[in-house]
């Protein structure tokens, strides 16, 4: 079963949901607004994505302009930093046995559903 990183306030992420309902596809929701995901739980995803952390990072999320731009962190520091603020990861992020894929763009999905 695909698992769905997903904040419901994100067109793209809910682009992914609702293209996963509209072809049959069962999957899971892994809210991580209302649930985030723990530091090992970041560093499985992205061992996963085969990307280090910066893939992951929302550089454009307010959040990050106000607090983050230009600071040298490391990437446990970050994946820390995302621990406790999941707005600044990237979405939707599709998961399914031991491969990920960012959503973004829409077209990842698609071909993501169809090897999965």
Request: proline fraction near 4%.
């Amino acid at each position: 079963m695909i698992k769905v990183l997903h904040n419901g306030n994100c067109s793209k992420s809910n682009a992914a949901v609702d293209y996963l309902v509209q072809n049959n596809i069962p999957f899971e929701v892994i809210d991580i607004i209302n649930e985030p995901l723990s530091v090992l739980e970041i560093k499985t995803v992205l061992k996963k994505l085969g990307k280090d952390v910066s893939y992951i990072i929302r550089a454009t999320d307010k959040l990050y302009t106000d607090n983050f731009v230009g600071q040298q962190l490391s990437d446990d520091a970050w994946i820390e930093v995302l621990s406790k603020n999941p707005s600044l990861i990237q979405r939707p992020i599709l998961i399914k046995g031991s491969s990920a894929i960012l959503g973004r763009p829409f077209e990842n999905v698609k071909s993501f559903v169809e090897k999965a």
